[in-house]
C-alpha cells in the first residue's frame, strides 16, 4: 500500500515538473505556436492569425517610436511580442493571472499580449475592445519596458516598488502624455476607477508619480529603477512638494 502511494506521488511530482518544464520552454520560445509574424526590426509581433501588413506594420512603427522616446534604453538588438488571440493559447500564456491585457515574461525575454486587432490599432481582450489612450502600441510600450526594466535590474526588479514599476511603462506607453499639471489636475483626489482608467490608462496615479520624479525633481531613470520609496512616501513628497 505504502508502496503504491509512494509511486503515485513520484509520478505526480515527475508530471507536474515536466508540465512546469514545457511551460518554461514555451515561455522563452512560444515559436512553434505562433505560424505569422511581421518585423524585420526592433520589435518583431508574431500571431496566431494573419497579421495585415498594413496595420501591422503601423503597429511596429507607433510601438518603436514610443520606446525611443522613453528615457530608459533599450539593450537587446530585438525584441518579440506574441499576439494570442486563440481563447486556449490565451489562456496558456496567461496562467497564472488571466485579467491583464498583457503579460512581460522578464526572465524569458518575452511579451504577450492578450488579443489584437491590427487594422484599428486596439486591444481585444477576451471579447472587449480597448480605447485610447490603451492602444495595442501602448500595451507593445508598456510590455517591452517591462522587459527593458527585467534588463538593466535582473532579479532586482522584485526590489523596485510597484509604482516605479508600472509607473514607468504607463509614462512610456501613452501617446500624448500629459505635463505633471495637467495629469495632477485631471486626477484630483478622486480614487482610480474604471472610466479614470479608460481615459487616462492603466495606472494614472502610478504614472502621476512617476512624471512627478522625472519632470519636476529631475530624477534620472537609474534613480527611478533604484528608488526604494513606497507609494505612500513617493504620494508625501509630491503632496509637501505642492504646499511649497
Ligand atoms: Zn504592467
Given at each position: 500500500?505504502?508502496?503504491?502511494?509512494?509511486?503515485?506521488?513520484?509520478?505526480?511530482?515527475?508530471?507536474?515538473?515536466?508540465?512546469?518544464?514545457?511551460?518554461?520552454?514555451?515561455?522563452?520560445?512560444?515559436?512553434?505556436?505562433?505560424?505569422f509574424s511581421l518585423g524585420t526590426g526592433k520589435i518583431v509581433v508574431a500571431s496566431d492569425r494573419p497579421i495585415p501588413s498594413a496595420g501591422g506594420e503601423r503597429f511596429l512603427r507607433d510601438c518603436e517610436r514610443l520606446l525611443e522616446r522613453s528615457p530608459l534604453k533599450a539593450k537587446s538588438r530585438r525584441y518579440r511580442?506574441?499576439?494570442?488571440?486563440?481563447n486556449w493559447r490565451q489562456r496558456l500564456f496567461f496562467l497564472w493571472d488571466p485579467k491583464p491585457w498583457g503579460l512581460a515574461y522578464g526572465l524569458g525575454g518575452t511579451a504577450f499580449l492578450s488579443g489584437a486587432n491590427f487594422e484599428t490599432g486596439r486591444?481585444?481582450?477576451?471579447?472587449?475592445?480597448g480605447t485610447p489612450p490603451r492602444t495595442l502600441a501602448w500595451l507593445c510600450a508598456h510590455e517591452l519596458t517591462h522587459?527593458?526594466?527585467?534588463?538593466?535590474?535582473?532579479?532586482?526588479?522584485f526590489r523596485m516598488p510597484q509604482w516605479a514599476f508600472e509607473g514607468l511603462a504607463d509614462y512610456v506607453g501613452i501617446e500624448n502624455r500629459e505635463s505633471f499639471e495637467q495629469l495632477r489636475d485631471a486626477l484630483g483626489d478622486r480614487p482610480v476607477d474604471i472610466p479614470m482608467m479608460v481615459q487616462y490608462g492603466s495606472y494614472?496615479?502610478?504614472?502621476?508619480?512617476?512624471?512627478?520624479?522625472?519632470?519636476k525633481k529631475s530624477w534620472?531613470?537609474?534613480?527611478?529603477?533604484?528608488?526604494?520609496l513606497t507609494a505612500e512616501e513617493a504620494n508625501e513628497i509630491m503632496r509637501a512638494d505642492a504646499k511649497r
Amino acid at each position: 500500500m505504502l508502496r503504491t502511494v509512494k509511486r503515485t506521488a513520484l509520478w505526480a511530482g515527475a508530471a507536474l515538473l515536466t508540465a512546469v518544464l514545457l511551460f518554461c520552454v514555451l515561455v522563452v520560445w512560444p515559436d512553434p505556436l505562433f505560424a505569422f509574424s511581421l518585423g524585420t526590426g526592433k520589435i518583431v509581433v508574431a500571431s496566431d492569425r494573419p497579421i495585415p501588413s498594413a496595420g501591422g506594420e503601423r503597429f511596429l512603427r507607433d510601438c518603436e517610436r514610443l520606446l525611443e522616446r522613453s528615457p530608459l534604453k533599450a539593450k537587446s538588438r530585438r525584441y518579440r511580442v506574441y499576439v494570442t488571440n486563440e481563447n486556449w493559447r490565451q489562456r496558456l500564456f496567461f496562467l497564472w493571472d488571466p485579467k491583464p491585457w498583457g503579460l512581460a515574461y522578464g526572465l524569458g525575454g518575452t511579451a504577450f499580449l492578450s488579443g489584437a486587432n491590427f487594422e484599428t490599432g486596439r486591444v481585444v481582450h477576451r471579447g472587449y475592445v480597448g480605447t485610447p489612450p490603451r492602444t495595442l502600441a501602448w500595451l507593445c510600450a508598456h510590455e517591452l519596458t517591462h522587459l527593458i526594466t527585467y534588463e538593466h535590474l535582473g532579479l532586482s526588479r522584485f526590489r523596485m516598488p510597484q509604482w516605479a514599476f508600472e509607473g514607468l511603462a504607463d509614462y512610456v506607453g501613452i501617446e500624448n502624455r500629459e505635463s505633471f499639471e495637467q495629469l495632477r489636475d485631471a486626477l484630483g483626489d478622486r480614487p482610480v476607477d474604471i472610466p479614470m482608467m479608460v481615459q487616462y490608462g492603466s495606472y494614472p496615479r502610478y504614472r502621476l508619480l512617476v512624471t512627478f520624479f522625472i519632470e519636476k525633481k529631475s530624477w534620472s531613470v537609474d534613480q527611478l529603477l533604484h528608488t526604494t520609496l513606497t507609494a505612500e512616501e513617493a504620494n508625501e513628497i509630491m503632496r509637501a512638494d505642492a504646499k511649497r
